[in-house]
């Protein structure tokens, strides 16, 4: 990249640098999207080999900050309001209905299939997930999924979701206040520096905690937000810098790779987590995103850019929603469903659900033109699912107690 594109790369209405459509979207970042799903799955199916799946939400976080980063800075010319309206308006139609229907959907299940031995804490569970809020009520019943012996909430895997939405309470309004407040020079700077001071304090508050109170640590938001803003730093050091040589690209990938298998092996359900370990798979993230930021693509690269895998991405959030349900429903059941084909038919229910989700539910909405200019009809749509979650919990809760 030529010294003139880089000198006329920043908007000169916002003082970030310019972000473009094309560059917001990268399939090598589909790809390891994909990955992190599949960890968790694997995880959750308990399947030898991968105790330590769980660090796929790591994964998430640190693509989820890089992604956001992008999208915020190419809209940061609209202002507070607009920016603010378009930004929590594409948030809702992306996350909530579907997370909604899973919701719904478990304790329909739950109620079928478990009758009078359903958790008398899921209804109250189910709220504060519909709250965007699972990681606190976790925190508040001590839950702990590692725990042997012990049937997690089944809206566990809510508390990462509950995280990256607390995040995106403060993070947008951070950089729209900045484009409006701040002179132009100064803009990108001050962002970084909050940024920085940000995971400076939530990783050092991450090492202090993990220790003396697992739960807390696992679950809080202050122990996760550095994961979240390691991607967000991340993408403004990626957008329109000169492109790393090849040879570069292929040893950050190779790295990246390697980090993230010995995270996977190293860790287990004893783990102090996330404290300092958590820098193994998020900085093994980092690395891969780095690696597919230039024009070329190193071998890594063009793996995770492979149609399946773009495919597995696209369809992550989905995924990451149905799974949970599937593979530790079974578990609750006296006596329990185990063994290798139950495991394999909870997977390809995983599978069908997320697909049906994706294509029926997920895309019509989150691309619905109507939706994307009427803000009273994204209000609507969100109260409609607030009272659909705190209704069925309601119905499911006064089941439970007549059985």
């Avoid at 079928?112 to 709220?127: A, H, K």
């Avoid at 229910?349 to 997920?362: D, K, N, P, R």
Wanted: aromatic share 10%; proline share 5%.
């Amino acid at each position: 990249m030529t010294a003139t594109m880089q000198t006329t790369s920043s908007s000169p209405t916002c003082g970030y640098p310019e972000v473009t459509a094309r560059e917001d979207f990268r399939r090598d970042i589909q790809g390891l999207r994909a990955i992190a799903v599949i960890l968790v799955i694997l995880n959750h199916a308990a399947i030898a080999g991968f105790a330590g799946g769980y660090i796929g939400v790591d994964v998430f976080f640190v693509i989820s900050g890089f992604v956001i980063t992008q999208l915020l800075l190419r809209e940061a010319t609209k202002g507070i309001r607009t920016g603010l309206a378009d930004f929590y308006s594409r948030r809702i139609r992306r996350i909530v209905p579907a997370a909604t229907v899973t919701l719904v959907g478990t304790l329909i299940a739950a109620d079928l299939v478990l009758g009078t031995r359903i958790n008398p804490n899921l209804s109250g569970d189910v709220r504060w997930a519909s709250l965007f809020a699972a990681n606190f009520r976790l925190i508040a019943t001590g839950s702990n999924y590692f725990v042997p012996g012990i049937h997690p909430s089944l809206i566990t895997q809510f508390w990462s979701l509950a995280v990256e939405e607390q995040f995106y309470l403060a993070f947008p309004l951070i950089v729209f206040v900045i484009a409006r407040f701040m002179p132009p020079k100064v803009r990108l700077t001050m962002l970084v520096a909050t940024l920085g001071t940000a995971v400076i304090l939530s990783a050092w508050w991450s090492l202090h905690v993990s220790a003396d109170n697992p739960v807390l640590s696992y679950y809080s938001p202050f122990t996760r937000f550095w994961e979240l803003g390691l991607g967000c730093l991340l993408a403004i050091f990626t957008i329109r810098r000169p492109a790393p040589a090849g040879w570069i690209q292929d040893i950050a990938g190779v790295c990246g790779v390697v980090l993230l298998v010995i995270a996977l092996l190293k860790l287990n359900s004893t783990s102090v987590y996330p404290g300092w370990l958590a820098w193994l798979p998020c900085a093994a993230t980092a690395m891969l995103i780095w690696a597919g930021s230039g024009k070329g693509s190193s071998s890594i690269t063009r793996f995770l850019s492979a149609r399946p895998l773009v495919y597995l991405g696209a369809l992550s959030y989905s995924l990451y929603l149905a799974h949970y349900v599937w593979l530790i429903l079974p578990r609750q059941i006296v006596p329990p469903l185990a063994g290798w084909p139950w495991t394999l038919l909870e997977i390809g229910g995983t599978i069908i659900t997320a697909v049906l989700s994706y294509h029926l539910l997920e895309n019509p909405i989150r691309r619905s033109r109507r939706l994307a200019s009427d803000g009273i009809a994204i209000v609507l749509v969100l109260c409609v699912c607030a009272t659909a979650s705190w209704t069925t919990a309601e119905i499911v809760a006064k089941l439970a107690r007549v059985g």
